[in-house]
């Protein structure tokens, strides 16, 4: 009986840190063309890196890691940079909760030829307080979308605010989105606001599901966080009319483990439809 208690004491203690490990290793980078509708004739491809869930917060996403996580994002040499929400961190277990200031500093150095594009995720929010985060952003140079839409080279990029914070308002996004050109890529924090929206959005840009960040073999992630389930759990969703893809994020929430679910960043090629 001892020597069980021993074993399952090591097993647990090797899990714990299998977990802290993967949490905290570089984001894996994720290559993806996507040949979009009603992309311009003549536009040149544009290549875009989607980052999510920093959760910046200790012991495993202090400033330093993110600033590395913004070192190898630059080196990728990307048009644009889209943020999918939740910088900050409000988990319980934690080392040390950063304010606004500081999780957002490292995103200064931030490098694309069309800037950086944001928006909000849960974690943002404070319940019955708001964000204090979006001045911060701006004056780091990244343009915060809260139900709206801008022009970034051939690329119109909608952002939908927080669902779970109930400032997300689909007429606001689509008629924002409406008076720019086409094609239009919606960026959210979470996948949900996919079945909301309008057939002619193409495609969706998401985080929020971490893709299970606890992934147990044989069973599968005890948690989503996505009111759809697994539908929308990880990576590239193709659904009729429209395209959903959820990146893993890089930070955690809830525990500062991973396990079967790496941290990853996208970088994506956009073009036209072949001929």
Same mark, same amino acid.
């Given at each position: 009986?001892?020597?069980?208690?021993?074993?399952?004491?090591?097993?647990?203690?090797?899990?714990?840190?299998?977990?802290?490990?993967?949490?905290?290793?570089?984001? $894996?980078?994720?290559?993806?063309?996507?040949?979009?509708?009603?992309? *311009?004739?003549? +536009?040149?491809?544009?290549?875009?890196?989607?980052?999510?869930?920093?959760?910046?917060?200790?012991?495993?996403?202090?400033?330093?890691?993110? +600033?590395? $996580?913004?070192?190898?994002?630059?080196?990728?040499?990307?048009?644009?940079?889209?943020?999918?929400?939740?910088?900050?961190?409000?988990?319980?277990?934690?080392?040390?909760?950063?304010? =606004? =200031?500081?999780?957002?500093?490292?995103?200064?150095?931030?490098?694309?030829?069309?800037?950086?594009?944001?928006?909000?995720?849960?974690?943002?929010?404070?319940? #019955?307080? /708001?964000?204090d985060l979006p001045p911060y952003l701006a004056a780091n140079g990244i343009t915060v979308?809260?139900?709206? =839409? $801008?022009?970034?080279?051939?690329?119109?990029?909608?952002?939908?605010?927080?669902?779970?914070? /109930?400032? %997300?308002? *689909?007429?606001?996004?689509?008629?924002?989105?409406?008076?720019?050109?086409?094609?239009?890529?919606?960026?959210?924090?979470?996948?949900?606001v996919a079945p909301m929206l309008p057939d002619w959005f193409p495609l969706v840009l =998401?985080?929020?599901?971490?893709?299970?960040?606890?992934?147990?073999? %044989? %069973? #599968?992630?005890?948690?989503?966080?996505?009111?759809? /389930?697994?539908?929308?759990?990880?990576?590239?969703?193709?659904?009729?009319?429209?395209?959903?893809? $959820?990146?893993? /994020?890089?930070?955690?929430?809830?525990?500062?483990?991973?396990?079967?679910?790496?941290p990853d960043l996208w970088l994506l090629t956009f073009d036209g439809a072949p001929r």
């Amino acid at each position: 009986m001892k020597r069980l208690f021993l074993l399952l004491a090591v097993l647990a203690i090797g899990i714990v840190a299998l977990g802290y490990a993967t949490a905290t290793r570089d984001p $894996v980078v994720r290559r993806l063309t996507l040949h979009l509708r009603d992309w *311009p004739a003549g +536009a040149a491809p544009m290549r875009v890196a989607l980052i999510s869930d920093l959760h910046v917060a200790g012991p495993d996403m202090p400033p330093a890691r993110l +600033a590395r $996580v913004v070192a190898q994002v630059n080196a990728l040499h990307p048009d644009l940079i889209l943020i999918a929400g939740d910088i900050e961190q409000d988990r319980f277990v934690s080392t040390r909760i950063y304010g =606004a =200031a500081e999780a957002s500093a490292p995103l200064a150095a931030l490098r694309a030829r069309y800037g950086t594009v944001a928006v909000l995720g849960n974690h943002d929010y404070v319940y #019955g307080v /708001g964000s204090d985060l979006p001045p911060y952003l701006a004056a780091n140079g990244i343009t915060v979308l809260r139900n709206q =839409a $801008v022009r970034r080279g051939a690329l119109t990029i909608a952002g939908a605010d927080d669902l779970y914070h /109930g400032k %997300f308002w *689909p007429d606001r996004l689509t008629r924002a989105a409406a008076r720019l050109p086409k094609p239009v890529v919606v960026l959210s924090h979470t996948p949900d606001v996919a079945p909301m929206l309008p057939d002619w959005f193409p495609l969706v840009l =998401a985080g929020h599901t971490h893709c299970g960040q606890i992934v147990l073999p %044989f %069973f #599968g992630p005890p948690k989503t966080a996505s009111r759809y /389930g697994r539908r929308y759990l990880c990576g590239l969703i193709r659904e009729p009319g429209r395209d959903v893809l $959820v990146t893993a /994020g890089i930070g955690t929430s809830g525990v500062p483990l991973r396990i079967g679910a790496v941290p990853d960043l996208w970088l994506l090629t956009f073009d036209g439809a072949p001929r």
